[in-house]
C-alpha cells in the first residue's frame, strides 16, 4: 500500500481591529498535508464520495478532480466542500495543519540573499525585506515545500510527499528536503488532478470557513477546535521567527522543479494562438485536458522554447492545438527528440476546443 501525504497552500487573510482602534489586515501562510495510508483505496474513494455529495446537492460531476476554483461560482459550494470533507474523514489517517504566526516585534527585518551577496561579494541595494514583503515575494509562493520541510523531520521512507506546484529561490529548507530520502514529487495545477492534493485544497477553503464561522483566529489553540470531527488526527505546525533562517531565500537561484515531475510530461504547445499562457490555463478546454491527463497518470507544462528544449525525455508528449503547433513538435522530432504528438481534440470535445 502506498502511504502519501499531499501538501497545498494558500494565503489567509482577515480584518482585525488593531489595539488603537484603527483597522488592518492579519495575513498568513496556511497550507495542509493530507496524509493517506493506501493511496489507491483512497483515490477510489474520493471520486465515489465527491460524486455522491455533488449529486445530492443537484450538481453533475465533471471532472475525475476537483479544486476551490472549479466550484466557486456555485451557490452552495461551502455545503458541497464540508460535506466532502466530513465524509472523506475515515480515509485520512493524518491532517497536518501548517501557519505562518511571525512577531515584528522581535525583529523588524529580515536578512535574504545573503550567500548570493558573500559568494559574490556584492553589496545589495536591498539586503532586507519586511515580514510582509517576504511573505509577498517568497512565503507564499513556496509554502507546499516550506510545509514539506517542517514536516520531514517526523516522517520518512516509504511514504511520499505530493506537492502542488510552487516557485521561489532556493533557501535552507529546499537545501535540506533535497538532502532527505523521502521522494517528492511535483504537480502541476496538482489541484486538479492529485486526489490528495485536491483534497488539501478543498480542505483549506473549509477550514478557513470553520474559522470564520466560529469567529476563530488562526492561532494553535484553536486548529483542532475548528476541527473537532477529525480529533486528534489534526496535527499543528505553526512556523515562527525561529525558522527565518530555514525559508528565506539565500541565493538568486530559481529552485529546479522540473525533475520532480511525473512523467510523461504533456508539454503544450502554443503554436500561433494568440493568448498568453496565463489565459490559456485559465480556459474550459485546459481544464478539459487536465481532466483527461489525470486519468493518464501524467503532469503539464506550457513549453518554453528558452528553457524547456533540453528537458524533453521519451514518452513525453507534444500537445498542439492547430497546425502550428503540430509543426514545432515534428520540427522537435526532426531534431531527435523522442516526442509523441498529440492532438488536443483526443480530449476535448468539438463544442469546447475553441482557443
Known sequence: MLKVIGFDSREFKREVIKSDGSRGKFRSAVGFGIRVDDYDLFDKKYKEIL??????NGIQKEYNYYCVNDLKNLSNVDKIVEEFILEIEPFISRVHVFYTLFSPKRKENILVYGRYSRNNRLKLAKKTRTYQELLDEHIINMFPEICAWRLCECVGPPLQFHLDSFSGHINGAHEELERKNIQKIIFPSGDC???VISTADLFLH?????LEKSNLFLIFDNIRKAIPEYGEKVLAYPISNKHLSNITPLDKEPVQNLKYYRRPIYWIFKGNIQMDSGEIKRSNPFRLLLDGISSKGGTIRMFDENKDSKEIREGDYG?????SGKENVLSYRKMGKKIIPF??????PEENRNL
Open 51 to 56: 460524486e455522491k455529495v455533488m449529486l445530492n
Open 193 to 195: 488532478i492529485n486526489p
Open 206 to 210: 473549509f477550514f478557513d470557513k470553520r
Open 319 to 323: 500537445v498542439y492545438f492547430n497546425d
Open 343 to 348: 492532438s488536443l481534440d483526443l480530449f476535448i
